[in-house]
C-alpha cells in the first residue's frame, strides 16, 4: 500500500523565481481549460458535473488542486511515484490552497497498483502514461483506472500526434509575465520544448524541456521524458480491452482566422491529419457490473437496473470544422499540453 502523505503547513518560501517545477506550471500546464474540458464531457455524460477527481501522475498537482478550489464538495486523490514533486506541492501548493487542502489527498505510489476509493474522473494529463513503453504495461494502468473508476466514471488521457511528431522538433514560446503557486512573480521566460530522439521501430520519443530566464540563465534539460509515442487506435484499443464500455476522442479545433488552435475540443469520428495535433481519448468505465458468460443451460443473471433503459444521449451534429477538415499548416503553439 501507498503511503499517505500528511499536509505539514508551512510558510511558503522565496525562491520560486527559478524553481522548474514552478516554470513547468507557468509554461506547460493549462489545468483550468483541462478542467473545463472535463466537467464538460462528464456533464454530456452524466447531465451534472462530478465531485471526485483523482490526478494520476499528478506531480505538483496543479491540476488536483485547482480542482478542488473549485468547489467547496469538490475533492481530489494526487498519485505519484516521485517523492519530490509530492513534498513540493506539501511545502508550496498545499499552504496555497488554505481549507481546500484538507480535501486534497496526495499519494505516494504507482498508478497501477494504488488502491484508493472509487473515483467519478481520472486524469492522466500530459501524455504522463506514455511513460509505459510495452503494450502489456499500458493495459495494466488502464485496466487500473477502470477499477479506480465508479461506474460510468471517465479517464481523461490525452495524446498528440501529426505528421511531425515523429521527426526532430524544436518549438520555441515565450511565456508571459505570471505568478507562481504562492505568489512569486514569475518575469516572462523562453520555453522550448525538443524532440532529440524517434525511432519509428519501436515509436521510443525522447524529449526535453528547456528553459531560458529573463536574465539570460539557461536551464538545459530542465526536464526530459522517455516515452512510447502511442497512436490514438492503439490507445483506444487498450481501453476497450481493458474493459472501458465506450472510448471517444475529442480532437482540438483549428481557428483559421486566427491562424491558431482554437482550444476547444469536440468529440470526433474523423479529422484530417496535419502537422500537430492535440486530443483527449475519454474511456468511459462500464454502468454496470460486467455479466459473466452464462454457462451452458443457465440463464444469464441480470444486476439490479439492468433493465432500466439507457439514458437518451444528445446526438451531436458534425461542427463546420469536421466537414471541411482542418488546415495543414498549423501552430503548436496552444498553450500547455506539451509535455510533461
Ligand atoms: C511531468 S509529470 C506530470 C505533471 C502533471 N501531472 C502534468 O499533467 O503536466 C509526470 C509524472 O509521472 C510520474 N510517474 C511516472 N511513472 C509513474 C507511475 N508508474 N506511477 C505514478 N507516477 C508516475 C513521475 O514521477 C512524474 O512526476
Given at each position: 500500500m501507498p503511503a499517505k502523505l500528511r499536509h505539514p503547513r508551512r510558510a511558503p518560501t522565496a525562491g520560486l523565481e527559478r524553481d522548474p517545477w514552478a516554470l513547468y506550471e507557468a509554461a506547460v500546464q493549462g489545468v483550468d481549460h483541462d478542467l473545463d474540458l472535463m466537467e464538460r464531457v462528464y456533464r454530456r455524460h452524466h447531465g451534472a458535473s462530478f465531485t471526485l477527481l483523482r490526478e494520476d501522475f499528478c506531480a505538483t498537482a496543479h491540476l488536483a488542486g485547482a480542482w478542488v478550489l473549485r468547489r467547496p464538495a469538490n475533492r481530489a486523490w494526487g498519485v505519484d511515484l516521485d517523492p519530490r514533486p509530492l513534498a513540493w506541492?506539501?511545502?508550496?501548493?498545499?499552504?496555497?490552497?488554505?481549507?481546500?487542502?484538507?480535501?486534497?489527498?496526495?499519494?505516494?505510489?504507482?498508478?497501477?497498483?494504488?488502491?484508493?476509493?472509487?473515483?467519478?474522473?481520472?486524469?492522466?494529463?500530459n501524455f504522463s502514461y506514455w511513460v509505459f513503453h510495452a503494450r502489456d504495461d499500458?493495459?495494466?494502468y488502464f485496466r487500473a483506472a477502470r477499477r479506480g473508476l465508479r461506474p460510468g466514471g471517465l479517464l481523461f488521457a490525452n495524446a498528440f500526434g501529426g505528421t511531425e511528431a515523429m521527426g526532430a522538433l524544436i518549438e520555441r514560446r515565450r511565456i508571459r509575465a505570471s505568478n507562481a503557486v504562492d505568489g512569486t512573480p514569475l518575469e516572462p521566460f523562453h520555453y522550448t520544448w525538443e524532440h532529440v530522439s524517434f525511432n519509428p521501430i519501436d515509436h521510443r520519443l525522447r524529449c526535453d524541456i528547456h528553459f531560458r530566464l529573463a536574465d539570460g540563465t539557461r536551464m538545459r534539460r530542465a526536464f526530459h521524458y522517455d516515452w512510447r509515442l502511442w497512436t490514438l487506435p492503439e490507445i483506444q484499443e487498450a481501453m476497450r480491452e481493458a474493459g472501458f464500455a465506450e472510448v471517444e476522442v475529442y480532437v482540438e479545433g483549428w481557428d483559421e482566422k486566427r491562424g491558431e488552435t482554437d482550444g476547444i475540443f469536440r468529440l470526433r469520428r474523423r479529422f484530417e491529419n496535419q502537422e500537430g495535433w492535440l486530443a483527449q481519448v475519454v474511456?468511459?468505465?462500464?454502468?454496470?457490473?460486467?455479466?459473466?458468460?452464462?454457462?451452458?443451460?443457465?440463464?444469464?443473471?441480470?444486476?439490479?437496473?439492468?433493465?432500466?433503459?439507457?439514458?437518451?444521449?444528445?446526438?451531436?451534429?458534425?461542427?463546420?470544422?469536421?466537414?471541411?477538415?482542418?488546415?495543414?499548416?498549423?501552430?503548436?503553439?496552444?498553450?500547455?499540453r506539451r509535455p510533461a
Open positions: 506541492c506539501r511545502r508550496h501548493r498545499l499552504p496555497a490552497l488554505r481549507d481546500a487542502a484538507r480535501r486534497l489527498r496526495l499519494v505516494r505510489g504507482d498508478v497501477r497498483t494504488v488502491r484508493l476509493p472509487r473515483a467519478d474522473a481520472i486524469a492522466a494529463q499500458l493495459l495494466d474511456g468511459v468505465a462500464p454502468r454496470r457490473r460486467p455479466a459473466r458468460s452464462p454457462r451452458p443451460g443457465e440463464r444469464r443473471a441480470s444486476w439490479p437496473g439492468a433493465a432500466r433503459p439507457a439514458r437518451p444521449r444528445p446526438r451531436r451534429r458534425p461542427s463546420a470544422g469536421a466537414t471541411r477538415g482542418l488546415p495543414r499548416r498549423r501552430a503548436r503553439t496552444s498553450r500547455a
